[in-house]
């Protein structure tokens, strides 16, 4: 598709932890990704817990995951901050009890993808 290594390692990046996000703390939930010449959009939706802080789930290192998330290596408390750092434009809207929203963008930078 014509795409830098830096965007495709950015894109993975953001879809990976979304993922790990959906898989740790949601009943269930979906990633929606569309490639257009200008951008990746990446989108993130669950039905979950929810977070009741977003600004203190943001903070690098604040987790609320469980000993059996930690024991399988995840819940470092970087998620959020990585998908923020590594996504151009980050959106996020959550509700407790019912889930959360991401919408990340990450501009490719590529006049077409045909190029």
Do not use: C, H
């Given at each position: 598709m014509g795409l830098?290594?830096?965007?495709?390692?950015?894109?993975?990046?953001?879809?990976?932890?979304?993922?790990?996000?959906?898989?740790?703390?949601?009943?269930?939930?979906?990633?929606?990704?569309?490639?257009?010449?200008?951008?990746?959009?990446?989108?993130a939706i669950d039905e979950g817990q929810g977070i009741a802080d977003i600004e203190l789930a943001m903070q690098p290192g604040y987790s609320t995951a469980t000993d059996k998330i930690r024991e399988m290596g995840f819940g470092a408390g970087m998620g959020l901050c990585n998908i923020k750092s590594f996504s151009d434009t980050f959106?996020?809207?959550?509700?407790?009890?019912?889930?959360?929203?991401?919408?990340?963008?990450?501009k490719t930078n590529n006049r077409s993808l045909n190029s």
């Open positions: 830098s290594r830096d965007v495709v390692r950015k894109a993975s990046l953001v879809a990976y932890e979304s993922e790990i996000n959906i898989v740790s703390y949601a009943r269930k939930g979906m990633i929606r990704l569309r490639v257009v010449p200008e951008s990746i959009l990446i989108e959106l996020i809207s959550s509700e407790v009890g019912k889930g959360t929203y991401l919408k990340m963008i990450i």
